[in-house]
């Protein structure tokens, strides 16, 4: 199977130019150990989140990555998917990172770290 594509959904337009991408799910859990025999830990799931690293060549024109940027200036919510040959998620998210790169001789790149606000969907 191979690795995400990262797919930034603004106003339609997928971000140019976009590199690598992970996904991470996070559950907070509640510590439920007898406290009579504690011998064994025992935890309980609770809250859920998720997040997104991606990152990518900067691309000057690109309406999407433009619209990233305002969205990050204005702490507005962005439509995230993730999409491979084999599995799909969608969900929607806040900008939480957003360095620019400018290597010496070399391309501008960027990072982007998104956490979600609400569920993370599978799509089928």
């Not at 106003?11 to 406290?35: E, G, K, Y």
């Not at 900067?58 to 969205?71: G, S």
Request: proline fraction near 2%.
């Amino acid at each position: 199977m191979r690795g995400f594509d990262c797919l930034i959904s603004i106003a339609d337009h997928p971000v140019a130019a976009q590199i690598n991408a992970s996904l991470d799910r996070i559950t907070d859990t509640a510590d439920i150990t007898d406290n009579i025999t504690m011998q064994w830990k025992e935890s309980l799931s609770n809250l859920k989140e998720w997040r997104v690293i991606c990152n990518g060549a900067y691309v000057a024109d690109d309406e999407a990555l433009a619209a990233l940027e305002d969205a990050f200036l204005n702490n507005s919510i962005v439509n995230i998917k993730l999409k491979s040959s084999e599995i799909s998620y969608v969900g929607k998210a806040y900008i939480i990172s957003f360095p620019i790169g400018a290597q010496y001789n070399g391309d501008i790149t960027y990072n982007i770290s998104f956490l979600g606000s609400g569920p993370l969907q599978k799509e089928k």
